[in-house]
């Protein structure tokens, strides 16, 4: 029904911002990934939107990018799973970290996201299996092999998903796994 709004941000008070379209007031839910590459009020925004219809009410939510959009849909067709949980999948992992701890079943990166427990991270891990891959760009499937082992290692470590991949991004991709940890870690201690 309502697919995009383009429009002047007016508020930001996560996981909600208000959006002025043509003097109308439209509030929408986000996830943190979306809300943090905001522009600053009062500058213009356009952001894709899902719209739901319930008993209680009408919601709208809003996404950066395609991806996130599609990923959201995915997960709203998992059983047991709303939208105050699929975005709070999306604020913990993006689309791409999503795809990965789906594509090598990784249930203990889904359970460390508020909300999810065992049981729901292997339902996920169930019913989201082969769906996200091919709806994504080849960089964003799971590289196999030492970058595998490398991402383990680092979360190992107590680096955090976001950390992980953004230092797993830096590093060539025929790397051995000994040297990858220790390029990574050189990044990493640089932030």
Known sequence: ?????????????????????????YELDVPMSTFCNL??????????????????????????????RFAFRLLLKVSGVGARLALSVLSGLSVGDLAQAVARQEAGRLTKIPGIGTKTAERLLLELKGKLAEALPASA?????????????????????REAAAALQQLPAEISTSDGIRQALRLLSRV
């Open 39 to 68: 522009p600053a009020n009062g500058e213009k925004v356009s952001l894709l939107t899902h719209f739901v219809v319930r008993e209680d009410g009408h919601f709208l939510y809003g996404f950066a990018s395609e991806g996130e």
């Open 1 to 25: 029904m309502i697919g995009r709004l383009a429009g002047v941000l007016l508020e930001k008070n996560p996981p909600q911002v208000v959006v002025d379209v043509h003097g109308v007031g």
């Open 141 to 161: 499937v799971p590289a196999a092999g030492a970058h595998h082992d490398i991402l383990s290692a680092l979360l190992a470590l107590g680096y955090n998903d």
